[in-house]
């Protein structure tokens, strides 16, 4: 029987993306063009992704994506486990510092976990532009290294949000901005680093060569203009 921290973990890794992106850029993206310091209201709203069961909460400010998971535990995998108590009727997961509500059935504790992970949002680390009617969603990770991810808005109420992706034919992109492999297989993951002007940004997107490969698709279901927490 897979153990509770093997579950929540589980969920943890499928839910969240990794800490370091395949693609890294020397600058928000595309550069020379104003921030923005709000998402457009055609962009807001509240979506479905058919894909992996999840919504996305967009409004002026954030993109905040949520998912419900259902877990089945027996009394005894919650009082062996570190990182899980029963507390006043609900399941306190010390992980993630957070209470669930809980079903008793027997000897089993059914559990609704809600997971919410703010995908981006607009701040001083946190840079939004617009390119050829895309949002470019430029996050901070160090100094002169930054993760882009374009959202877009496929047709009506259909919102889509690409990570970059390394390509896999790397001389398409090398012809138009110079590559620096920062890590190749070995201990750690391929990992490259582009600095391309907002020209070879155009390009590169108009190809999909670096963003065509991973792709969610979200399907409008209620225009929403408010604040979501």
């Known amino acids: 029987m897979k153990t509770a921290k093997f579950i929540l973990s589980a969920i943890y890794v499928t839910f969240f993306s990794a800490c370091q992106p395949p693609v890294v850029f020397g600058e928000p993206?595309?550069?020379g063009i104003d921030r923005l310091t709000y998402i457009p209201d055609n962009y807001r709203g509240i979506y479905w992704c058919k894909v992996d069961s999840a919504s996305l909460f967009?409004?002026?400010r954030t993109f905040?994506?949520?998912k419900e998971f259902l877990i089945k535990l027996t009394k005894a995998e919650i009082d062996s486990s570190n990182d899980l108590e029963l507390k006043n009727g609900r399941l306190y997961v010390s992980d993630w510092g957070s209470y669930f509500p809980i079903e008793e059935k027997e000897d089993t504790i059914i559990s609704k976990v809600?997971?919410?992970d703010t995908i981006f949002s607009v701040a001083k680390e946190q840079i939004l532009?617009?390119?050829k009617g895309h949002l470019i969603l430029n996050t901070k990770l160090d100094e002169n290294a930054w993760n882009v991810m374009v959202a877009s808005l496929k047709g009506p109420g259909l919102l889509s949000l690409a990570q970059a992706e390394i390509p896999e034919n790397l001389s398409q992109l090398d012809s138009i901005t110079p590559?620096?492999?920062?890590?190749?297989?070995g201990e750690k993951s391929t990992q490259i680093y582009i600095t391309p002007t907002a020209e070879q940004f155009g390009r590169i997107l108009d190809r999909g060569l670096?963003?065509?490969t991973y792709c969610l698709e979200f399907e409008r279901i209620i225009p929403q203009e408010e604040r979501f927490y």
């Open 114 to 116: 809600v997971i919410r």
């Open 29 to 31: 993206q595309p550069v």
């Open 58 to 60: 967009v409004d002026d």
């Open 129 to 131: 532009k617009p390119l």
């Open 179 to 185: 590559v620096k492999m920062l890590s190749e297989n």
């Open 210 to 212: 670096l963003f065509d």
């Open 64 to 66: 905040i994506k949520r």
